[in-house]
């Protein structure tokens, strides 16, 4: 059975990349290993590590994404959690024969990773992603 590994990262829907860095990077001193253009999900991403896990300030590059909506209609916020797990496809089995509703229903390859993302109404209102590292 597809375990758990760890918590992956956290996201935070941002409107401002610069705005976002007084906080995150200058204020509270996290340091910015790379930021990363996301074309599948039209998005621009700033990695913050934390210990094990990640702050990813996630900035819609594209008006039309769900993204984009939610920085629109909330301003930003709590975007999602991701999991890091050891077997993505045998885990988006699992779930979907517990009948978890599902945004991706199979697991999308990006460079160095496999990832899917479980919808909100069954995971009591948050977005969670699911990530395999691929080596
Ligand atoms: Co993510």
Redesign the pocket.
């Known amino acids: 059975m597809a375990k758990i590994i760890k918590l992956n990262?956290v996201?935070i829907a941002i409107g401002d990349v610069n705005s976002a860095l007084n906080f995150w990077q200058d204020a509270l001193g996290l340091s910015v290993d790379h930021i990363e253009d996301v074309p599948s999900q039209k998005s621009e991403?700033v990695f913050m590590p934390v210990g094990e896990t990640e702050v990813?300030l996630?900035h819609p590059t594209s008006e039309d994404s769900g993204l984009a909506r939610f920085v629109t209609e909330k301003g930003g916020g709590l975007h999602?959690l991701?999991f890091e797990v050891d077997d993505i496809d045998e885990m988006l089995d699992t779930l979907k024969e517990k009948g978890i509703r599902m945004i991706d229903e199979h697991a999308k390859e990006l460079p160095g990773r496999k990832?899917a993302f479980i919808h909100p109404k069954s995971t009591g209102g948050v977005l969670v992603?699911l990530?395999q590292i691929i080596k």
């Open positions: 990262h996201a991403v990813e996630v999602h991701c990832m992603e990530y």
